[in-house]
């Protein structure tokens, strides 16, 4: 009764977006008769600059067989805790977005009420050390989540900072197993169907013809099939997301390697720092109308810690993502569907949803119409609510030191985000949804951590006397910190995870599709 | 933040709906008391019976109501769900109607059988697919294969037995979900002995309602001319005495009442079983309610289907429809104890903290709006079911899930969903929705080894609810007998 599955698909472009692809169906539709062929060029390089990742990663791992050992080993992996944002809400100003909540919920509410009471009274206290991964991350310490739900150490979840291209590879080694033909080649031109307009082959330089069903377009922010091939349009979102560039070079490991990634704001967009085991990524992404390529490689560099290991490659781009994600017999992944900063590290999460997404919506021969709707859905829901979150960095600041920061500040912001910020300074609550990536903690921290500060809370706040509060938060306070100076360093607990790399049993939590913990 | 905005509470109507949402806010501001007066003013609006889901057993764990003192004192008996049943007339349209998206099973039976839906999960899933993909390889084996058959609660209910959830994790009891039917005038009565000492209570017939310039309401004057002050305002109320006080910004007005309920004597086992029926056919919907040697009707028409929420905006300035105010949809799936108690969290989770409501309201009418879309799209589904498939009772949301469903099983998710993916795939295979395309991921070697788990997975199951004590027994039992 069923209709025959599509049988050929062909992923253009390698690069972590086409090997994630590859492997992901390789492995999940294994035995579905799938010939998947890719077809990268090595003379076309590879962005690979998304190298800090969420926690969600973790689950595409685990639903693809790989042990998270072997994958740090293989990735260079360190672990990540969060992001560190620098300069962001005014100058001098730091906090961390952690992978996890702040506090516990008191009768009902959200914990940060109880904060903002106290704050009231204790101006100098902060939302930040009440959260065991704030805590944990600035004091270099990493140990996995307790599976004991009740336990402190169990309310948060981590993530890697990896060297994209070596995953990449990780995952072309286990692609190939399970059954990807590799063929290298650059695409001369594409054929299309003359009625439906889907696409029926793409032929290379040399003359072969990689036919295909079913077309998954990983050529990056070219776009050769989503965009160029199929016209999809392009919605531009550079008036709210106005960096269009960036720099990026490797460097030399200086010091311990930190559990959380680094992002500085800086006169014209922000800089990256992220430890490996075997060296840092850095990046200077900014607006090109502010300064020019050769400043934003000066003021990149005089923020290095260490010797540049290759030479500095400068990335084009404009925020924004295609209309559709799926169009005819073809999906966008990763750079060719849309492109959002890698502020909080969503470049291979959306790659990951997407591909998650299409192993749902499972193209068939025939009318894929209905399935194809619903993946856009999806995906476009998900652009969406990512890209007021970004937006949020820029726009709550107090910065007016540049032309740059004058216009984020000042930005007329989408309607959406909009109320999110009105609504929290004016009550203290976020609205909150139920499908997304960024909920209520992510938005506290970041509208708390750049400045906004309600004026009011939920009145049960304060129903606590104002001793017991401050006793109760005190004690909370100190629980963390003992919890987290129990915990190892960072690098003994990489050290210590990859020398159990062997062994039979899996040391690791289970994996979930949350940013706050492991049981959801 | 030294005085709080909200301190004086007042909440109008009659029945459990003011009650309970007074119980529910002195319980949750229990540390910072509210005045709360509750008017009883307008007709009495609840149904004779309720059926509810087992939403309404977390509140009153929350609100530390004891079970077995609820189900004594208001004289309750357990629901495990709805048997729903299509009338006749309802497949001659489907078949003319719709012959090319008939699954063979219902191509090959002239009637479409009866469906147990509840809440329960419906089979265990397997290597991570959801257990409806693997339950399509058994139809392909096994043409009279029953989606219900898989379900502990449907099982247990249509044997007439009864248990509760075991709080063990790997009990097939784990699977069991269980709510209440009860008589509303005892339930009332039961809260009201949870209200607390200071709570005022004031019967009035009638009600003059003032606003102040900005259009909020200032207070109430009761027919014996007694002035009732407040800084919020519930209407719970099937006249809506405050709502319709309020000029109206959502341009929606309120639809009438839902139809009246018919009670007859029942035969047989006075307690009834532990379930309810459901009748979908030529545009109605009956819902029967045995309870205590009763049975209790509603007949609903699909026509009024667009009139079940009677308020797009239930927060106007600061006065709140609950209950018979916002509400006129039968109970389907999802029933009248569920939405109040989802609005209650979500007034608790959004009390202004300020004088300044409108943040809280806009939040409030927003997070309604997607749930009550979500509700809108099953309840359709049942309109839809009811009135020979047409299609102009469907939201648009409801028939991309039903496409969706029938071309591959999955299920789009939205905001505010408050149906689980086992009753959706439940409800639409009660409809006779069967998928096309079974799961990609499920590998063609997986099928036979599915087929034999599925089967043991059955078994396994009936086997349970053989073990499970009667209704009756159970209750008499764990219920009625002395120190139980």
Same mark, same amino acid.
């Given at each position: 009764?069923?209709?025959?599955?599509?049988?050929?698909?062909?992923?253009?472009?390698?690069?972590?977006?086409?090997?994630?692809?590859?492997?992901?169906?390789?492995?999940?539709?294994?035995?579905?008769?799938?010939?998947?062929?890719?077809?990268?060029?090595?003379?076309?390089?590879?962005?690979?600059?998304?190298?800090?990742?969420?926690?969600?990663?973790?689950?595409?791992?685990?639903?693809?067989?790989?042990?998270?050992?072997?994958?740090?080993?293989?990735?260079?992996?360190?672990?990540?805790?969060?992001?560190?944002?620098?300069?962001?809400?005014?100058?001098?100003?730091?906090?961390?977005?952690?992978?996890?909540?702040?506090?516990?919920?008191?009768?009902?509410?959200?914990?940060?009420?109880?904060?903002?009471?106290? !704050?009231?009274?204790?101006?100098?206290?902060?939302?930040?050390?009440?959260?065991?991964?704030?805590?944990?991350?600035?004091?270099?310490?990493?140990?996995?989540?307790?599976?004991?739900?009740?336990?402190?150490?169990?309310?948060?979840?981590?993530?890697?900072?990896?060297?994209?291209?070596?995953?990449?590879?990780?995952?072309?080694?286990?692609?190939?197993?399970?059954?990807?033909?590799?063929?290298?080649? %650059?695409?001369?031109?594409?054929?299309?169907?003359?009625?439906?307009?889907?696409?029926?082959?793409?032929?290379?330089?040399?003359?072969?013809?990689?036919?295909?069903?079913?077309?998954?377009?990983?050529?990056?922010?070219?776009?050769?099939?989503?965009?160029?091939?199929?016209?999809?349009?392009?919605?531009?979102?550079?008036?709210?997301?106005?960096?269009?560039?960036?720099?990026?070079?490797?460097?030399?490991?200086?010091?311990?390697?930190?559990?959380?990634?680094?992002?500085?704001?800086? %006169?014209?967009?922000?800089?990256?720092?992220?430890?490996?085991?075997?060296?840092?990524?850095?990046?200077?992404?900014?607006?090109?109308?502010?300064?020019?390529?050769?400043?934003?490689?000066?003021?990149?560099?005089?923020?290095?810690?260490?010797?540049?290991?290759?030479?500095?490659?400068?990335?084009?781009?404009?925020?924004?993502?295609?209309?559709?994600?799926?169009?005819?017999?073809?999906?966008?992944?990763?750079?060719?569907?849309?492109?959002?900063?890698?502020?909080?590290?969503?470049?291979?999460?959306?790659?990951?949803?997407?591909?998650?997404?299409?192993?749902?919506?499972?193209?068939?021969?025939?009318?894929?119409?209905?399935?194809?709707?619903?993946?856009? $859905? !999806?995906?476009?829901?998900?652009?969406?609510?990512?890209?007021?979150?970004?937006?949020?960095?820029?726009?709550?600041?107090?910065?007016?030191?540049? #032309?740059?920061?004058?216009?984020?500040?000042?930005?007329?912001?989408?309607?959406?985000?909009?109320? $999110?910020?009105?609504?929290?300074?004016?009550?203290?609550?976020?609205?909150?949804?139920?499908?997304?990536?960024?909920?209520?903690?992510?938005?506290?921290?970041?509208?708390?951590?750049?400045?906004?500060?309600?004026?009011?809370?939920?009145?049960?706040?304060?129903?606590?006397?104002?001793?017991?509060?401050?006793?109760?938060?005190?004690?909370?306070?100190?629980?963390?910190?003992?919890?987290?100076?129990?915990?190892?360093?960072?690098?003994?607990?990489?050290?210590?995870?990859?020398?159990?790399?062997?062994?039979?049993?899996?040391?690791?939590?289970?994996?979930?599709?949350?940013?706050?913990?492991?049981?959801? | 933040?030294?005085?709080?905005?909200?301190?004086?509470?007042?909440?109008?109507?009659?029945?459990?709906?003011?009650?309970?949402?007074?119980?529910?806010?002195?319980?949750?501001?229990?540390?910072?008391?509210?005045?709360?007066?509750?008017?009883?003013?307008?007709?009495?609006?609840?149904?004779?019976?309720?059926?509810?889901?087992?939403?309404?057993?977390?509140?009153?764990?929350?609100?530390?109501?004891?079970? %077995?003192?609820?189900?004594?004192?208001?004289?309750?008996?357990?629901?495990?769900?709805?048997?729903?049943?299509?009338?006749?007339?309802?497949?001659? !349209?489907?078949?003319?109607?719709?012959?090319?998206?008939?699954?063979?099973?219902?191509?090959?039976?002239?009637?479409?059988?009866?469906?147990?839906?509840?809440?329960?999960?419906?089979?265990?899933?397997?290597?991570?697919?959801?257990?409806?993909?693997?339950?399509?390889?058994?139809?392909?084996?096994?043409?009279?294969?029953?989606?219900?058959?898989?379900?502990?609660?449907?099982?247990?209910?249509?044997?007439?037995?009864?248990?509760?959830?075991?709080?063990?994790?790997?009990?097939?009891?784990?699977?069991?979900?269980?709510?209440?039917?009860?008589?509303?005038?005892?339930?009332?009565?039961?809260?009201?002995?949870?209200?607390?000492?200071?709570?005022?209570?004031?019967?009035?017939?009638?009600?003059?309602?003032?606003?102040?310039?900005?259009?909020?309401?200032?207070?109430?004057?009761?027919?014996?001319?007694?002035?009732?002050?407040?800084?919020?305002?519930?209407?719970?109320?099937?006249?809506?005495?405050?709502?319709?006080?309020?000029?109206?910004?959502?341009?929606?007005?309120?639809?009438?009442?839902?139809?009246?309920?018919?009670?007859?004597?029942?035969?047989?086992?006075?307690?009834?079983?532990?379930?309810?029926?459901?009748?979908?056919? #030529?545009?109605?919907?009956?819902?029967?309610?045995?309870?205590?040697?009763?049975?209790?009707?509603?007949?609903?028409?699909?026509?009024?289907?667009?009139?079940?929420?009677?308020?797009?905006?239930?927060?106007?300035?600061?006065?709140?429809?609950?209950?018979?105010?916002?509400?006129?949809?039968?109970?389907?799936?999802?029933?009248?104890?569920?939405?109040?108690?989802?609005?209650?969290?979500?007034?608790?989770?959004?009390?202004?903290?300020?004088?300044?409501?409108?943040?809280?309201?806009?939040?409030?009418?927003?997070?309604?709006?997607?749930?009550?879309?979500?509700?809108?799209?099953?309840?359709?589904?049942?309109?839809?079911?009811?009135?020979?498939?047409?299609?102009?009772?469907?939201?648009?949301?409801?028939?991309?899930?039903?496409?969706?469903?029938?071309?591959?099983?999955?299920?789009? $998710?939205?905001?505010?969903?408050?149906?689980?993916?086992?009753?959706?795939?439940?409800?639409?295979?009660?409809?006779?929705?069967?998928?096309?395309?079974?799961?990609?991921?499920?590998?063609?070697?997986?099928?036979?080894?599915?087929?034999?788990?599925?089967?043991?997975?059955?078994?396994?199951?009936?086997?349970?609810?053989?073990?499970?004590?009667?209704?009756?027994?159970?209750?008499?039992? !764990?219920?009625?007998?002395?120190?139980?």
């Amino acid at each position: 009764m069923n209709e025959p599955l599509v049988s050929r698909i062909v992923i253009l472009g390698g690069g972590t977006a086409g090997w994630m692809c590859a492997a992901a169906v390789s492995r999940r539709l294994a035995d579905a008769n799938l010939q998947i062929t890719l077809v990268e060029s090595e003379q076309i390089g590879t962005v690979g600059v998304g190298e800090a990742t969420i926690p969600h990663l973790r689950y595409f791992n685990e639903r693809l067989g790989l042990r998270e050992t072997e994958f740090i080993q293989a990735t260079h992996a360190t672990y990540k805790l969060g992001i560190e944002f620098i300069n962001w809400g005014r100058l001098g100003q730091a906090y961390i977005h952690p992978f996890g909540a702040f506090g516990r919920p008191f009768q009902g509410i959200e914990f940060h009420h109880l904060w903002l009471r106290h !704050q009231r009274s204790h101006p100098e206290d902060s939302l930040f050390d009440y959260s065991v991964p704030v805590v944990a991350a600035a004091e270099g310490k990493f140990a996995y989540p307790s599976t004991n739900p009740e336990d402190l150490l169990a309310e948060y979840s981590y993530a890697f900072h990896i060297d994209a291209s070596r995953y990449a590879a990780f995952l072309r080694r286990h692609a190939e197993q399970w059954g990807v033909r590799r063929v290298e080649g %650059k695409v001369a031109r594409v054929q299309r169907h003359s009625d439906s307009g889907d696409i029926q082959a793409i032929v290379l330089e040399d003359g072969t013809e990689l036919a295909g069903d079913f077309f998954l377009d990983c050529s990056g922010f070219q776009s050769l099939l989503l965009g160029r091939q199929l016209g999809t349009d392009f919605i531009d979102w550079s008036r709210w997301l106005p960096c269009d560039r960036a720099i990026a070079v490797p460097t030399a490991s200086c010091g311990p390697a930190l559990p959380y990634t680094k992002s500085t704001a800086l %006169k014209a967009g922000w800089q990256w720092r992220i430890p490996l085991q075997h060296r840092v990524g850095n990046g200077h992404v900014f607006a090109s109308h502010c300064i020019s390529d050769d400043e934003a490689l000066a003021m990149l560099r005089q923020n290095l810690d260490a010797e540049e290991l290759a030479e500095p490659r400068l990335l084009k781009f404009t925020a924004g993502r295609r209309r559709q994600s799926w169009a005819n017999n073809c999906v966008g992944v990763g750079l060719a569907s849309g492109f959002l900063e890698p502020l909080e590290s969503t470049s291979i999460y959306l790659i990951q949803l997407a591909i998650m997404k299409l192993i749902e919506f499972f193209p068939r021969c025939g009318d894929n119409r209905l399935r194809r709707d619903e993946f856009n $859905r !999806q995906m476009d829901h998900e652009y969406e609510r990512i890209k007021d979150f970004l937006i949020l960095h820029y726009h709550a600041t107090e910065r007016s030191d540049s #032309e740059f920061w004058n216009y984020c500040r000042t930005m007329e912001v989408p309607e959406s985000l909009r109320q $999110r910020i009105d609504g929290f300074r004016a009550t203290g609550y976020v609205q909150s949804y139920q499908r997304g990536l960024f909920m209520v903690p992510s938005w506290v921290a970041v509208m708390v951590g750049q400045g906004i500060i309600p004026t009011a809370w939920h009145p049960l706040a304060d129903s606590l006397p104002a001793a017991a509060l401050q006793q109760n938060m005190e004690q909370l306070k100190q629980r963390i910190r003992a919890a987290v100076a129990g915990l190892p360093e960072h690098l003994t607990a990489i050290k210590q995870h990859c020398a159990d790399a062997g062994a039979s049993a899996e040391p690791w939590p289970k994996a979930a599709m949350s940013l706050y913990g492991i049981f959801s | 933040m030294d005085t709080p905005a909200i301190q004086q509470v007042v909440i109008v109507g009659r029945g459990y709906t003011p009650i309970l949402t007074a119980v529910f806010l002195q319980k949750k501001w229990r540390a910072a008391p509210l005045g709360i007066t509750i008017i009883q003013a307008g007709e009495y609006i609840d149904p004779p019976a309720l059926s509810c889901v087992s939403s309404l057993r977390a509140l009153h764990t929350e609100l530390g109501l004891a079970e %077995k003192d609820f189900v004594r004192k208001t004289g309750a008996s357990f629901h495990l769900g709805t048997l729903y049943q299509f009338h006749n007339q309802f497949h001659n !349209q489907f078949h003319s109607q719709f012959p090319n998206q008939l699954h063979n099973r219902i191509d090959s039976d002239p009637a479409l059988p009866d469906f147990f839906l509840c809440e329960a999960p419906y089979g265990f899933n397997l290597k991570s697919i959801h257990f409806h993909h693997w339950f399509h390889g058994l139809v392909a084996t096994e043409a009279n294969a029953r989606f219900d058959d898989f379900c502990l609660n449907a099982l247990l209910a249509k044997a007439g037995r009864f248990s509760p959830a075991s709080s063990r994790s790997n009990s097939v009891f784990a699977q069991v979900c269980h709510g209440y039917k009860f008589l509303t005038t005892e339930y009332a009565r039961y809260l009201a002995g949870h209200l607390a000492p200071d709570t005022r209570v004031k019967d009035s017939r009638a009600l003059e309602v003032q606003l102040t310039a900005e259009g909020k309401i200032k207070g109430a004057f009761l027919d014996n001319g007694e002035w009732i002050a407040g800084d919020l305002f519930i209407d719970c109320s099937g006249e809506r005495l405050l709502k319709k006080a309020i000029p109206q910004v959502s341009g929606k007005s309120a639809g009438p009442n839902p139809p009246s309920w018919q009670e007859e004597e029942a035969a047989g086992d006075s307690l009834g079983p532990p379930s309810t029926s459901l009748t979908l056919g #030529e545009g109605l919907l009956r819902i029967v309610i045995p309870l205590r040697g009763k049975v209790y009707r509603q007949d609903v028409s699909c026509e009024s289907q667009s009139q079940w929420m009677r308020d797009a905006a239930p927060w106007q300035a600061n006065c709140i429809a609950l209950g018979a105010a916002l509400w006129a949809r039968p109970p389907l799936l999802i029933d009248s104890t569920h939405l109040l108690a989802s609005a209650l969290y979500r007034l608790h989770r959004l009390w202004p903290p300020t004088a300044d409501l409108r943040v809280a309201a806009g939040f409030y009418n927003e997070s309604t709006a997607e749930e009550a879309a979500c509700i809108a799209d099953s309840d359709s589904l049942h309109a839809w079911a009811a009135a020979g498939r047409r299609d102009e009772y469907l939201t648009e949301a409801a028939q991309h899930k039903l496409r969706l469903f029938a071309s591959d099983g999955r299920l789009p $998710r939205y905001d505010g969903e408050t149906l689980t993916d086992d009753q959706w795939a439940a409800l639409f295979f009660a409809c006779g929705v069967v998928p096309r395309c079974s799961d990609p991921l499920i590998q063609n070697k997986d099928r036979t080894w599915a087929v034999n788990e599925l089967k043991l997975m059955r078994q396994t199951l009936r086997e349970a609810a053989d073990r499970a004590p009667l209704h009756a027994d159970f209750y008499r039992q !764990q219920v009625l007998a002395p120190g139980a």
